[in-house]
């Protein structure tokens, strides 16, 4: 069986604008999915890059054009200018991570995308913890099943960060089967290319 680290943040829009798909695409090739929720916060500032207020004003702008290209060609609904974005994406990392040792690894991805289009196409605040709980509930997880791994989800968070910074991981989505890495959901073409390898 291949297997495949997902390493990611639920704030982040090119997560959300592939994690439907990857998630297809690993079961079509029966893929093994590693969930590795991270914190960007700590990854970028030893692989070069910058929170998104602190890149270029043409950064910026640029990416403001393919969030809608990426939306229109996706026809994934997308709010370019969400109401809470920014947002710390600690907690619901950590809930999903949580979610991932309660109740199995596709309860977690349901509802790591939960999350993240609640932030991209809901207006909701994934920083604040009732609505993360509701959104746990909406996905049918126990909360109090997630909260009693809550220390434990912590320190793999912790871990997981750690890992994506071993593994040179810079931003997000980054995927990595066998030791080959791919960054960007507009790379999910070649992570399926190397799961359809024999």
């Known amino acids: 069986m291949k297997t495949v680290r997902y390493f990611f943040t639920p704030s982040s829009p090119w997560t959300y604008l592939g994690h439907d798909r990857f998630v297809a695409m690993a079961k079509r090739h029966g893929a093994r999915v590693l969930l590795r929720p991270c914190d960007l916060g700590r990854v970028f500032p030893v692989s070069g890059g910058l929170p998104l207020p602190k890149r270029a004003p043409q950064r910026q702008a ?3 054009h393919e969030l809608a290209r990426w939306r229109e060609h996706l ?29 199995g690894t596709d309860a977690a991805l ?7 289009r609640a932030c991209w196409a809901e207006d909701r605040d994934i920083a604040d913890a009732a609505t993360v709980a509701a959104i746990v509930g909406e996905q049918g997880l126990d909360a109090g099943a997630l909260g009693a ?10 871990a997981y960060t750690d ?5 040179q991981v810079f931003g997000a989505p980054f995927y990595v089967t066998g030791d080959e890495p791919f960054w960007g959901q507009d790379r999910l073409e070649f992570v399926e290319r190397a799961l359809a390898k024999p």
């Not at 791994?149 to 912790?158: G, I, M, Q």
């Not at 890992?163 to 593994?167: D, K, N, S, T, Y």
């Open 62 to 64: 640029y990416r403001l």
């Open 75 to 103: 026809g994934v609904p997308l709010n370019i200018h969400p109401k809470h974005f920014p947002v710390p994406a600690d907690h619901a990392a950590r809930t999903i991570v949580a979610a991932d040792l309660a109740a």
């Open 110 to 116: 349901r509802l790591a995308g939960a999350l993240m």
């Open 149 to 158: 791994k809550a220390d434990e989800a912590a320190r793999l968070y912790d």
């Open 163 to 167: 890992e994506a910074i071993e593994r």
